[in-house]
């Protein structure tokens, strides 16, 4: 053997290696680790992972590995039709001392190369050769195989299958255990076409597409009988069409379809045809011609080795031949394929079945598919802009932006304003229906700047507003996941802010992170107001003029500058022009509390309580649920029903009653919304929970105020929102309750006293801590309706007790004396153990409140519960000590008896602890400064 050590630079990895290069006849592959590896990478034709081994294999490898791993270094390259640096590797290669196996594996390599070239008949007589020559090397098998290859290159598997038999003797004969190549011949004309293919996939899939197209071809080229080659060969146009290579594509896809029209894939290759011809030419003719060919196709049936791969394509086929038969006005035809359409639809599939019925409806009657101003101009982007509405009405928002797009940039670009401007409406909807907001926008304004006076701008202005509304939404409801930090903020500070001791707390309270973000909502909602007032100025007769004075009415109302006046107009503009509008019930009730809760006019808000209630007496219910169908899909999630307006106009007339001091009146009133209550989430199994209208009917019975007296002196702006927010929270309207209180917490009554503000923040932080039990989409609309998210799911505050917490320690904080301010202390204790298993600063919150509050209706709770948490904390000597203290000094509390049973569970848990850890000798065990006392 003749082993020369060799220094090289490797072209094809930029490697430097030291490597001797020998090789002994007739060696069994007894390897493992990296070698072993690379021989199974090359056995399934893994070239890309084979490649990746052996690079491996020369920068970190043995001396022999090294050697190796060089020698099949150049089947590698081959397997991966890297022919350029074959060349470099086999000129490399023959400035070295090789032994036999070493030079015969060279001239394979060479003559494998040279059969790949435009002169092969040499090569392939060179490789016929070394085959047949029964030398006993392993590269003689693999000249077999490489021969194998080439013949079913060129589509000659007679001469293929003869090379293989070849092979195989040869190793049978000669008992030659070979890395691979055994392997390879057994599988060349069966399963070797699906690990080729498989590899092919990956690279696909990794977005390496020269290098998969290069390898679906090698299977088309490799195994043309095998079922793989049909797939591999449907791939090769994918790939051009994904490398922006269209005219490539569209020719290899009618080369591919051409011999065999119904064959397997050919289905899916006159899909992508169509989608070529239509949004690369604009020919529209062509596609017609391939959807008819494959509609033909389906129609008179394929062959059962076809059928899988049409079954799959038939959906997108009858797609295809519906929208090109529409756009060319062949409305029979395309009603008949969408109806086909829709038989062959996937079961589940909603969202497409009702697309598809929408498109047959639209080909079955006689609108036209675009404005009357579009239909001059281009016949080309006439077809583009009516194929890409039907798309993004089928939802298939890709092919719509496939289509649209040439027809605002690139060389084909829309002469026409308003072709350009119809085209950015379409693609800002694609991107809408894609999550891609920010995009959306962009296009929608530029639909507007393309051509101003366009008369459908009026479905831009409002789909604009509504994305607008949107993105502000999205934008702060972000922020809500970085309440776990203010979460641990708080539970370190909160101790410190609650020691009310002599009104004077140790440390300001933390201002929790999101704690105004209905607030922040309507400030940033405010950027679609001007959407808004230029649809209702621009289109006075627009049918989504109601949609658009209701929501500019709720902008001018809550918004970052309110104009409540602004409000009114709009609202009442609505309610007195479209009294069935589906709007018009949630109007009322907005006129109803922009004119008590902003302009502070108790007449003005009277009258309107009233007068809604007339409307609703003579409303025409039919007439509002036919205007409600007419919007479609156009519907918004949070729309209010019939049902729920009833049930706040008789509220909010009970509250003005209430307001007035009306109490038999206001009992009427609530009687009256009791049948509409909103549906529980939940289900009373023993007993009965009442209603928030069962529980303001009996307070306003037993004549007992929902407010405390100290809130309803001082300033009376405070005092009416106050009152408001606590009949909304009796009546469960949390989010009401809370946008009432969160108002004056920003300045709406900058007279309010300490004790309206303290009330403010204690109301406030019930109401956070409520929206744990609020019923889903049954909110009223308005700024603290935090509209739907893309799913269509009613959006709200959250159940927020770090919020809570806040809010309690700023109540504390600015009234302690107040008569609430025990309660407020107890609740934040509450939050401290339940929410946050913080035993220590919860205890510490409710001994404070014995001491400063020893007589209040929660000094017994507080008691007990100081006991309850040292217990479940596994403190049973301070349990103890809380427990004794409580039957001592609270000996007729309500809480005496499970105190008892609780201390005697205290001074057993107590006993054993200290059997299993007596206390050291002489002393006594030590008790925690925690107690009680």
Known sequence: ??????????????????????????????????????????????????????????????????????????????????????????????????????????QVYESWLGALGPKPEAALARLEAIAQSAAPLESTAEAADALAIVHLQRGEPEKAQKAVETGLAFLEYRKLKTPYIETLLRGRLGGGAQRLFETAEKLRNDGKLVDAGRVFSQVCQLCPQSPWAHLAGYRVGQCLSDLGRFDAAEAHFAAFVGPMPSGPWRGQACVALVD????????????????????????????????????????????????VSLVQGHRDR??????????????????????????????????????????????????????????????????????????????????????????????????????????????????????????????????????TERIAEDQILAGWTKRAAASVETTGRVSGALDSNGGRPKAPAPAPAEHDVIWDVAVVRSAALPHWLRLTDQFPRSPRLPEALYHAGKLLAEGGQPAPDKAVAAFERLVERYPNSPWTGDAHVWLFDVKLEHQLDLDAAEAHADRAIRWLERLDE??????????????????????????????????????????????????????????????????????????????????????PPCVLEGDPTAKLCLMLADVYHEAEQWEKSFTLCNRLLHGA????????????????????????????????GGVQDLGADDAGNPRALHFDPVASLNDYVASVKLAPQAEWADNAMFLAGNILWNHQRNADAAIAVWQRLLRVYPKSEEADRSAYFIGVAYQWSGDPVNAERAYEDFVKTRPSSAFASEARERLVEAREKRRQQEEREPPPKGKSKDVSPKSTR
């Open 1 to 106: 053997m003749n082993v020369r050590r060799l220094l090289f630079a490797a072209p094809w990895g930029g490697v430097c290696c030291l490597l001797p290069i020998a090789m002994a006849r007739g060696d069994a592959p007894r390897e493992g680790g990296a070698l072993a590896g690379l021989y199974q990478a090359i056995a399934n034709e893994r070239y890309v992972e084979a490649k990746q081994c052996a690079d491996g294999i020369l920068r970190q490898g043995s001396p022999d590995d090294r050697t190796k791993a060089t020698l099949y270094y150049g089947r590698v390259l081959l397997g991966l039709g890297q022919h350029r640096e074959v060349q470099q590797y086999l000129a490399m290669m023959g400035r070295q001392t090789l032994d036999d196996e070493g030079r015969q594996r060279m």
């Open 276 to 323: 070529l011809a239509f949004e690369q030419r604009r020919d529209l003719a062509a596609a017609a011609r391939h959807a008819q060919s494959a509609t033909d196709a389906l129609d008179k049936g394929v062959a059962k080795d076809a059928k899988d791969s049409w079954d799959k394509a038939a959906l997108e086929i009858r797609v295809r031949q519906g929208v």
């Open 334 to 467: 395309a009603a008949k394929a969408f109806e086909a359409a829709r038989a062959v639809a996937p079961g589940g599939s909603t969202r497409l079945v009702l697309g598809l019925e929408r498109l047959r409806q639209l080909a079955s009657d006689s609108s036209p598919l675009l404005p009357a101003e579009l239909a001059e101009g281009d016949a080309s982007e006439i077809a583009a802009l009516s194929a890409g509405r039907l798309y993004n009405l089928l939802s298939h928002h890709e092919r719509a932006v496939a289509v649209l797009e040439p027809l605002l940039t690139g060389k084909i670009r829309s002469p026409s304003r308003p072709h350009r401007a119809m085209a950015a409406l379409e693609l800002a909807r694609a991107r809408t229906a894609s999550g891609k907001k920010a995009d959306a926008a962009v296009f929608y304004q530029r639909s507007l700047k393309e051509d101003p006076a366009a008369r459908w701008h009026d479905e831009t202005l409002r789909e604009l507003a509504l994305l």
């Open 622 to 707: 039919a007439a509002t649920a036919k205007d409600l169908a007419r919007l479609g899909d156009d519907a918004p999630a949070g729309l209010r029903t019939v049902r729920q307006v009833k049930y706040d106009v008789y509220l909010r007339a009970g509250l003005l009653q209430y307001l007035r001091q009306k109490p038999k009146q206001a009992a009427e009133c609530f009687a009256k919304a009791k049948p509409f209550t909103p549906p529980r989430d939940f289900v009373v199994v023993q007993g009965t929970i009442p209603t928030g209208i069962e529980r303001l009917i009996a307070a306003v019975e037993s004549g007992e105020p929902l407010t």
């Open 749 to 780: 009554a900058p007279r309010a006293t300490s004790e309206q503000r303290s009330w403010a923040f204690f109301r406030r932080g019930r109401n956070y801590y409520c929206f744990e039990f609020e019923s889903g989409g049954q909110r009223r």
